[in-house]
Protein backbone atom coordinates (compact mmCIF):
# COMPACT_ATOMS: atom_id res chain seq x y z
CA UNK A 1 0.00 0.00 0.00
CA UNK A 2 2.86 2.40 0.84
CA UNK A 3 5.18 1.09 -2.10
CA UNK A 4 6.73 4.24 -3.23
CA UNK A 5 5.41 6.81 -0.66
CA UNK A 6 7.95 9.21 1.47
CA UNK A 7 7.35 7.78 4.83
CA UNK A 8 7.94 10.96 6.36
CA UNK A 9 5.20 12.57 4.55
CA UNK A 10 3.09 9.61 5.12
CA UNK A 11 3.95 9.71 9.00
CA UNK A 12 3.04 13.55 8.31
CA UNK A 13 -0.47 13.07 6.99
CA UNK A 14 -1.70 10.52 9.24
CA UNK A 15 -0.69 13.44 12.16
CA UNK A 16 -2.51 16.09 10.74
CA UNK A 17 -5.61 13.97 10.34
CA UNK A 18 -5.41 13.24 14.05
CA UNK A 19 -4.33 16.66 15.48
CA UNK A 20 -7.43 18.18 13.58
CA UNK A 21 -9.44 15.64 14.77
CA UNK A 22 -8.49 16.54 18.20
CA UNK A 23 -9.21 20.01 17.62
CA UNK A 24 -12.71 19.61 15.52
CA UNK A 25 -14.17 17.07 18.43
CA UNK A 26 -12.20 19.47 21.09
CA UNK A 27 -14.60 22.39 20.11
CA UNK A 28 -17.74 20.04 19.13
CA UNK A 29 -17.51 19.20 22.89
CA UNK A 30 -17.91 22.66 24.10
CA UNK A 31 -21.05 22.98 21.81
CA UNK A 32 -22.40 20.60 24.01
CA UNK A 33 -21.96 22.62 27.22
CA UNK A 34 -22.41 26.56 26.07
CA UNK A 35 -25.25 28.64 25.66
CA UNK A 36 -27.42 28.22 22.26
CA UNK A 37 -26.29 31.82 20.77
CA UNK A 38 -22.87 30.20 20.93
CA UNK A 39 -23.63 27.09 18.90
CA UNK A 40 -23.51 27.91 15.18
CA UNK A 41 -19.99 29.83 15.96
CA UNK A 42 -18.54 26.05 17.28
CA UNK A 43 -20.16 24.44 14.98
CA UNK A 44 -18.50 26.10 12.24
CA UNK A 45 -15.09 26.35 13.30
CA UNK A 46 -15.12 22.45 14.35
CA UNK A 47 -16.13 21.49 11.19
CA UNK A 48 -13.43 24.03 9.53
CA UNK A 49 -10.78 22.09 11.23
CA UNK A 50 -11.75 18.78 10.69
CA UNK A 51 -12.44 19.69 7.12
CA UNK A 52 -9.02 20.69 6.87
CA UNK A 53 -7.37 18.01 8.73
CA UNK A 54 -9.09 15.83 6.35
CA UNK A 55 -8.24 17.47 3.04
CA UNK A 56 -4.62 18.55 4.05
CA UNK A 57 -3.79 14.82 5.13
CA UNK A 58 -5.27 14.20 1.62
CA UNK A 59 -3.08 16.37 -0.28
CA UNK A 60 -0.11 15.30 1.86
CA UNK A 61 -0.80 11.99 1.08
CA UNK A 62 -0.75 12.68 -2.40
CA UNK A 63 2.73 14.50 -1.99
CA UNK A 64 3.72 11.50 -0.88
CA UNK A 65 3.15 9.25 -3.90
CA UNK A 66 5.33 8.73 -6.52
CA UNK A 67 3.48 10.72 -9.30
CA UNK A 68 4.99 11.29 -12.91
CA UNK A 69 6.84 14.01 -13.32
CA UNK A 70 4.44 17.14 -14.72
CA UNK A 71 1.29 15.90 -13.03
CA UNK A 72 -0.64 18.70 -11.89
CA UNK A 73 -3.42 19.71 -9.74
CA UNK A 74 -6.72 21.14 -11.24
CA UNK A 75 -8.11 24.09 -9.08
CA UNK A 76 -11.64 23.42 -9.54
CA UNK A 77 -11.94 20.05 -8.54
CA UNK A 78 -9.25 20.62 -6.06
CA UNK A 79 -11.66 23.33 -4.10
CA UNK A 80 -15.05 20.98 -4.90
CA UNK A 81 -13.63 18.42 -2.79
CA UNK A 82 -12.71 20.54 0.12
CA UNK A 83 -16.38 21.62 0.24
CA UNK A 84 -18.00 18.58 -0.16
CA UNK A 85 -15.90 17.52 2.51
CA UNK A 86 -16.30 20.63 4.98
CA UNK A 87 -20.21 19.92 4.18
CA UNK A 88 -20.52 16.94 4.98
CA UNK A 89 -18.46 17.44 8.40
CA UNK A 90 -20.82 20.16 9.69
CA UNK A 91 -24.15 18.11 9.20
CA UNK A 92 -22.53 14.70 10.19
CA UNK A 93 -21.38 17.25 14.02
CA UNK A 94 -24.40 18.93 14.06
CA UNK A 95 -26.20 15.74 14.40
CA UNK A 96 -24.50 14.02 16.89
CA UNK A 97 -24.31 17.77 19.34
CA UNK A 98 -27.99 18.03 19.75
CA UNK A 99 -29.24 16.24 22.62
CA UNK A 100 -28.36 12.57 23.65
CA UNK A 101 -28.23 11.15 19.88
CA UNK A 102 -29.55 7.88 19.62
CA UNK A 103 -27.19 4.95 18.10
CA UNK A 104 -29.19 5.48 14.67
CA UNK A 105 -28.74 8.76 14.18
CA UNK A 106 -24.60 8.38 15.22
CA UNK A 107 -24.55 5.58 12.55
CA UNK A 108 -26.52 7.59 9.99
CA UNK A 109 -23.69 10.59 10.58
CA UNK A 110 -21.22 7.96 10.60
CA UNK A 111 -22.11 6.57 7.00
CA UNK A 112 -22.80 10.47 5.72
CA UNK A 113 -19.14 11.20 7.29
CA UNK A 114 -17.52 7.72 5.97
CA UNK A 115 -19.16 8.49 2.42
CA UNK A 116 -18.09 12.09 2.85
CA UNK A 117 -14.24 11.22 3.61
CA UNK A 118 -14.47 9.33 0.36
CA UNK A 119 -16.14 11.33 -1.95
CA UNK A 120 -14.02 13.89 -0.87
CA UNK A 121 -10.84 11.87 -1.88
CA UNK A 122 -11.81 10.44 -5.42
CA UNK A 123 -13.18 14.51 -6.28
CA UNK A 124 -9.59 15.10 -4.73
CA UNK A 125 -7.96 12.54 -7.35
CA UNK A 126 -9.83 13.28 -10.50
CA UNK A 127 -8.34 16.51 -10.16
CA UNK A 128 -4.53 15.30 -11.09
CA UNK A 129 -3.67 16.13 -14.37
CA UNK A 130 -0.87 14.32 -16.66
CA UNK A 131 -0.01 12.47 -19.83
CA UNK A 132 -1.80 9.14 -17.94
CA UNK A 133 -4.94 7.72 -17.67
CA UNK A 134 -6.53 7.09 -14.52
CA UNK A 135 -8.61 3.48 -13.58
CA UNK A 136 -9.33 2.63 -10.14
CA UNK A 137 -10.39 -0.97 -8.75
CA UNK A 138 -13.53 -1.61 -7.70
CA UNK A 139 -13.34 -3.92 -5.04
CA UNK A 140 -10.73 -1.29 -3.72
CA UNK A 141 -13.32 1.43 -3.36
CA UNK A 142 -15.82 -0.34 -1.75
CA UNK A 143 -13.53 -1.42 0.87
CA UNK A 144 -11.95 2.36 1.63
CA UNK A 145 -15.62 3.45 1.48
CA UNK A 146 -16.18 0.60 4.56
CA UNK A 147 -12.90 1.64 6.13
CA UNK A 148 -14.55 5.42 6.14
CA UNK A 149 -17.71 4.50 7.31
CA UNK A 150 -16.00 1.80 10.06
CA UNK A 151 -13.36 4.21 11.81
CA UNK A 152 -15.75 7.28 11.47
CA UNK A 153 -18.16 5.14 13.54
CA UNK A 154 -15.83 4.21 16.18
CA UNK A 155 -14.45 8.16 16.22
CA UNK A 156 -17.73 9.55 16.47
CA UNK A 157 -18.86 6.70 19.76
CA UNK A 158 -14.92 7.16 21.34
CA UNK A 159 -16.47 11.20 21.65
CA UNK A 160 -19.87 10.68 22.44
CA UNK A 161 -18.70 8.00 25.37
CA UNK A 162 -17.07 11.37 27.16
CA UNK A 163 -15.89 14.57 25.94
CA UNK A 164 -12.44 15.33 27.44
CA UNK A 165 -9.36 13.39 28.42
CA UNK A 166 -8.44 10.11 27.14
CA UNK A 167 -11.97 9.68 25.31
CA UNK A 168 -11.29 12.82 23.14
CA UNK A 169 -8.09 11.63 22.06
CA UNK A 170 -9.15 8.04 21.26
CA UNK A 171 -11.64 9.23 19.31
CA UNK A 172 -8.92 11.97 17.60
CA UNK A 173 -6.93 9.20 16.45
CA UNK A 174 -9.90 6.87 15.73
CA UNK A 175 -10.61 9.60 12.80
CA UNK A 176 -7.00 10.25 11.70
CA UNK A 177 -6.93 6.16 11.19
CA UNK A 178 -10.62 7.06 9.16
CA UNK A 179 -8.86 9.34 6.80
CA UNK A 180 -5.36 7.98 6.57
CA UNK A 181 -6.39 4.48 6.26
CA UNK A 182 -9.32 4.80 3.61
CA UNK A 183 -7.16 6.83 1.73
CA UNK A 184 -4.05 4.81 1.04
CA UNK A 185 -6.72 1.96 0.58
CA UNK A 186 -7.66 3.73 -2.35
CA UNK A 187 -4.48 4.84 -3.22
CA UNK A 188 -3.76 0.86 -3.58
CA UNK A 189 -6.30 0.83 -5.97
CA UNK A 190 -5.33 3.24 -8.05
CA UNK A 191 -3.44 3.20 -11.03
CA UNK A 192 -1.94 5.60 -13.61
CA UNK A 193 -1.36 4.22 -17.41
CA UNK A 194 0.11 5.64 -20.05
CA UNK A 195 -2.62 7.32 -23.05
CA UNK A 196 -3.05 5.40 -25.83
CA UNK A 197 -0.02 6.22 -28.53
CA UNK A 198 -0.44 8.95 -30.89
CA UNK A 199 -3.01 10.37 -27.76
CA UNK A 200 -1.72 13.46 -25.58
CA UNK A 201 -3.46 14.99 -22.77
CA UNK A 202 -4.36 18.32 -22.71
CA UNK A 203 -4.93 20.41 -19.72
CA UNK A 204 -8.37 22.41 -19.28
CA UNK A 205 -8.87 24.93 -16.92
CA UNK A 206 -6.69 26.69 -13.95
CA UNK A 207 -3.64 24.46 -12.82
CA UNK A 208 -1.91 24.05 -9.54
CA UNK A 209 1.92 22.67 -9.49
CA UNK A 210 2.67 20.34 -7.15
CA UNK A 211 5.52 23.28 -5.75
CA UNK A 212 2.09 25.53 -5.41
CA UNK A 213 0.38 22.59 -3.50
CA UNK A 214 2.84 22.42 -1.12
CA UNK A 215 3.03 26.22 0.16
CA UNK A 216 -0.72 26.15 0.53
CA UNK A 217 -0.48 22.42 2.25
CA UNK A 218 1.94 24.09 4.49
CA UNK A 219 -0.08 27.25 5.12
CA UNK A 220 -3.35 24.72 6.29
CA UNK A 221 -0.38 22.80 8.46
CA UNK A 222 0.02 25.69 10.45
CA UNK A 223 -3.31 26.70 10.94
CA UNK A 224 -4.31 23.06 11.94
CA UNK A 225 -1.30 23.37 14.60
CA UNK A 226 -2.44 26.97 15.84
CA UNK A 227 -6.14 25.16 16.31
CA UNK A 228 -4.71 22.50 18.40
CA UNK A 229 -2.34 24.47 20.88
CA UNK A 230 -5.45 26.80 21.09
CA UNK A 231 -7.73 23.97 21.61
CA UNK A 232 -5.29 23.02 24.52
CA UNK A 233 -6.42 26.15 26.17
CA UNK A 234 -8.35 25.32 29.23
CA UNK A 235 -12.49 26.13 28.77
CA UNK A 236 -13.00 29.32 31.09
CA UNK A 237 -16.37 27.94 32.20
CA UNK A 238 -14.42 24.91 33.82
CA UNK A 239 -13.59 27.60 36.32
CA UNK A 240 -17.30 27.95 36.93
CA UNK A 241 -17.98 24.56 38.16
CA UNK A 242 -15.25 24.02 39.44
CA UNK A 243 -16.26 27.15 42.00
CA UNK A 244 -19.79 25.94 41.69
CA UNK A 245 -18.30 22.45 42.85
CA UNK A 246 -17.09 23.86 45.93
CA UNK A 247 -20.44 24.60 47.70
CA UNK A 248 -21.28 23.05 51.15
CA UNK A 249 -21.86 20.05 50.03
CA UNK A 250 -18.19 18.42 50.95
CA UNK A 251 -17.50 16.78 53.64
CA UNK A 252 -15.07 17.97 56.13
CA UNK A 253 -13.65 17.79 59.54
CA UNK A 254 -14.17 20.05 62.20
CA UNK A 255 -12.54 20.04 65.59
CA UNK A 256 -15.35 19.10 68.52
CA UNK A 257 -13.73 19.76 72.16
CA UNK A 258 -15.03 18.05 74.55
CA UNK A 259 -17.31 20.00 77.83
CA UNK A 260 -14.61 20.45 80.65
CA UNK A 261 -14.99 21.86 84.27
CA UNK A 262 -11.85 23.21 86.31
CA UNK A 263 -11.41 20.14 87.63
CA UNK A 264 -11.01 18.13 84.30
CA UNK A 265 -8.01 17.06 82.35
CA UNK A 266 -7.48 18.80 79.11
CA UNK A 267 -7.74 16.57 76.39
CA UNK A 268 -7.26 16.58 72.37
CA UNK A 269 -10.08 17.95 70.19
CA UNK A 270 -12.15 15.01 68.34
CA UNK A 271 -12.53 15.25 65.04
CA UNK A 272 -15.78 14.78 63.63
CA UNK A 273 -17.50 14.82 60.01
CA UNK A 274 -19.68 17.30 59.07
CA UNK A 275 -21.15 18.65 55.84
CA UNK A 276 -19.53 21.54 55.23
CA UNK A 277 -17.90 23.61 52.12
CA UNK A 278 -14.83 24.32 54.31
CA UNK A 279 -13.05 24.07 57.71
CA UNK A 280 -15.12 26.65 60.36
CA UNK A 281 -17.80 27.09 58.30
CA UNK A 282 -21.51 26.09 60.20
CA UNK A 283 -22.97 23.19 58.29
CA UNK A 284 -26.01 23.52 55.58
CA UNK A 285 -29.69 23.73 56.96
CA UNK A 286 -30.75 22.11 53.72
CA UNK A 287 -30.52 21.94 49.90
CA UNK A 288 -29.97 24.61 48.10
CA UNK A 289 -33.31 26.26 47.33
CA UNK A 290 -31.92 27.96 43.98
CA UNK A 291 -29.88 26.95 40.99
CA UNK A 292 -27.38 28.77 38.58
CA UNK A 293 -28.19 29.33 35.00
CA UNK A 294 -26.26 31.02 32.12
CA UNK A 295 -27.52 33.68 30.27
CA UNK A 296 -26.22 35.97 27.73
CA UNK A 297 -25.92 38.90 30.45
CA UNK A 298 -24.53 37.07 33.13
CA UNK A 299 -26.13 33.76 35.49
CA UNK A 300 -29.21 34.03 36.68
CA UNK A 301 -30.55 32.03 39.03
CA UNK A 302 -34.24 30.07 39.48
CA UNK A 303 -35.96 28.67 42.73
CA UNK A 304 -36.07 24.69 42.56
CA UNK A 305 -39.55 24.81 42.78
CA UNK A 306 -39.89 25.90 39.69
CA UNK A 307 -37.38 23.20 38.46
CA UNK A 308 -39.01 19.99 36.34
CA UNK A 309 -36.15 18.52 35.05
CA UNK A 310 -32.30 18.46 35.10
CA UNK A 311 -30.26 16.93 31.63
CA UNK A 312 -26.67 16.15 31.93
CA UNK A 313 -25.15 17.70 29.02
CA UNK A 314 -21.26 17.01 28.98
CA UNK A 315 -19.44 18.23 32.01
CA UNK A 316 -22.39 20.52 32.61
CA UNK A 317 -26.65 20.35 33.32
CA UNK A 318 -29.31 21.88 31.26
CA UNK A 319 -32.26 22.70 33.69
CA UNK A 320 -35.95 23.03 32.27
CA UNK A 321 -38.19 25.34 34.12
CA UNK A 322 -41.39 24.15 32.22
CA UNK A 323 -40.58 26.83 29.28
CA UNK A 324 -37.35 26.11 28.29
CA UNK A 325 -34.31 24.60 29.10
CA UNK A 326 -30.88 26.81 30.16
CA UNK A 327 -27.47 25.92 30.65
CA UNK A 328 -26.68 25.09 34.80
CA UNK A 329 -22.57 25.44 35.55
CA UNK A 330 -23.34 22.20 37.65
CA UNK A 331 -22.60 18.44 36.82
CA UNK A 332 -25.35 16.19 36.93
CA UNK A 333 -24.04 14.61 40.46
CA UNK A 334 -23.63 18.31 41.94
CA UNK A 335 -27.30 19.04 40.89
CA UNK A 336 -28.69 15.60 42.54
CA UNK A 337 -26.52 16.61 45.93
CA UNK A 338 -27.80 19.98 45.84
CA UNK A 339 -31.89 19.13 45.23
CA UNK A 340 -34.17 17.98 48.14
CA UNK A 341 -34.18 14.25 47.33
CA UNK A 342 -37.99 14.34 48.81
CA UNK A 343 -39.34 16.14 45.45
CA UNK A 344 -36.24 15.19 42.83
CA UNK A 345 -35.39 11.64 41.71
CA UNK A 346 -32.88 10.77 39.42
CA UNK A 347 -34.32 8.26 37.11
CA UNK A 348 -31.55 8.19 34.94
CA UNK A 349 -27.74 8.36 33.93
CA UNK A 350 -28.00 11.95 32.84
CA UNK A 351 -31.49 12.94 33.87
CA UNK A 352 -33.29 13.92 37.38
CA UNK A 353 -36.91 15.37 37.38
CA UNK A 354 -39.25 17.04 40.16
CA UNK A 355 -41.69 14.45 40.98
CA UNK A 356 -44.50 16.96 42.02
CA UNK A 357 -44.56 17.87 38.26
CA UNK A 358 -45.40 14.66 37.21
CA UNK A 359 -48.29 14.43 34.73
CA UNK A 360 -48.19 11.25 32.68
CA UNK A 361 -45.71 7.98 33.31
CA UNK A 362 -45.69 5.16 30.34
CA UNK A 363 -43.77 2.22 29.94
CA UNK A 364 -41.55 2.42 26.73
CA UNK A 365 -39.30 -0.47 25.14
CA UNK A 366 -37.17 -1.48 28.26
CA UNK A 367 -37.70 1.41 30.20
CA UNK A 368 -40.11 4.29 30.62
CA UNK A 369 -41.41 8.12 29.87
CA UNK A 370 -42.08 10.46 32.49
CA UNK A 371 -44.19 13.97 31.54
CA UNK A 372 -43.86 17.39 33.09
CA UNK A 373 -45.68 19.90 33.29
CA UNK A 374 -45.28 23.48 32.25
CA UNK A 375 -46.08 26.14 29.60
CA UNK A 376 -44.13 24.29 27.53
CA UNK A 377 -44.41 20.02 28.71
CA UNK A 378 -41.53 17.76 28.04
CA UNK A 379 -40.68 14.06 28.13
CA UNK A 380 -38.07 12.76 30.22
CA UNK A 381 -36.66 8.91 29.89
CA UNK A 382 -36.70 6.34 32.65
CA UNK A 383 -34.38 3.72 32.96
CA UNK A 384 -35.45 0.34 33.56
CA UNK A 385 -33.40 -0.18 36.73
CA UNK A 386 -35.26 3.03 37.97
CA UNK A 387 -39.39 1.98 37.02
CA UNK A 388 -40.42 0.52 40.21
CA UNK A 389 -39.22 3.73 42.05
CA UNK A 390 -40.43 6.05 40.11
CA UNK A 391 -43.22 4.02 40.45
CA UNK A 392 -43.52 4.48 43.92
CA UNK A 393 -42.58 7.77 44.84
CA UNK A 394 -46.02 8.68 42.31
CA UNK A 395 -48.30 6.33 44.56
CA UNK A 396 -48.66 3.45 41.75
CA UNK A 397 -46.14 0.58 43.71
CA UNK A 398 -44.82 -0.43 46.25
CA UNK A 399 -40.86 0.63 46.33
CA UNK A 400 -38.98 -2.87 46.04
CA UNK A 401 -36.25 -3.28 48.16
Request: glycine share 10%; aromatic share 6%.
Amino acid sequence: MFEGHDPYLVALSVAIAILGGYTGFGLTARIRGTPDASHRLLLAGAAFFLAIGIWTMHFVGMLAAPLPPGTVYLVLPTIVSFLICALVVGISLFFVSVGDPPVSRVVSSAVLLGVGIASMHYVGMHGLSGDFAMTHDTAMVVLSVVIAIAAAYGGLRAFLARQGGVQLALSAVAFGVAVSGMHYTAMDGMHLVPPSEGMHHHIEGLAASSQMLSLVVALLCFVIAAGFLLSLVPDPRNKVAMTAAATPQAVGLVAEIPPTDANAVPTSPRLRPTPLGGIGQPPRAAPAPRLPVEGADGTHFIDSADVRSVRADAHYTKVHDGTRERMCPWSISEAEAQLDPGLFVRVHRSHIVAIPHVTLVRKEGDGAIVELDGPSPHRVPVSRAKIAEVKARLGLARRHA
